[in-house]
Nanobody, 115 residues
Framework: QVHLVESGGGLVLAGGSLRLSCTTS????????MGWYRQTPGKQRELVATITHGGSTRYADSVKGRFSISRDNFKSAVYLQMDSLKPEDTATYYCNIKLGITDYWGKGTLVTVSS
């Protein structure tokens, strides 16, 4: 069973920073791509950032230059450093892992950016 556990969400003022973390079992993490997605009520879940097992990254245009995704293969963890946060970044953030053609998701962590 694949379990993804997110942490690090919370309330922050606009312009502030948060760091999200996601951990899973090493057997699933080591050779697979990971990502962060976000969703607000009534909208589709959208990609925020992804990182391959080799460390290549991809970002949504809306977060380029402000967010940074990284992974620690020893800790089987993926991180999302979010700087210069804006109210429009308010969402529930989900960790994702792709195993073959199947997506697995964490339960999500809420990020609220107040103006």
């Amino acid at each position: 069973q694949v379990h993804l556990v997110e942490s690090g969400g919370g309330l922050v003022l606009a312009g502030g920073s948060l760091r999200l973390s996601c951990t899973t079992s090493r057997i699933f993490f080591e050779f697979n791509d990971m990502g962060w997605y976000r969703q607000t009520p009534g909208k589709q879940r959208e990609l925020v950032a992804t990182i391959t097992h080799g460390g290549s990254t991809r970002y949504a245009d809306s977060v380029k230059g402000r967010f940074s995704i990284s992974r620690d293969n020893f800790k089987s963890a993926v991180y999302l450093q979010m700087d210069s946060l804006k109210p429009e970044d308010t969402a529930t953030y989900y960790c994702n892992i792709k195993l073959g053609i199947t997506d697995y998701w964490g339960k999500g962590t809420l990020v609220t950016v107040s103006s």
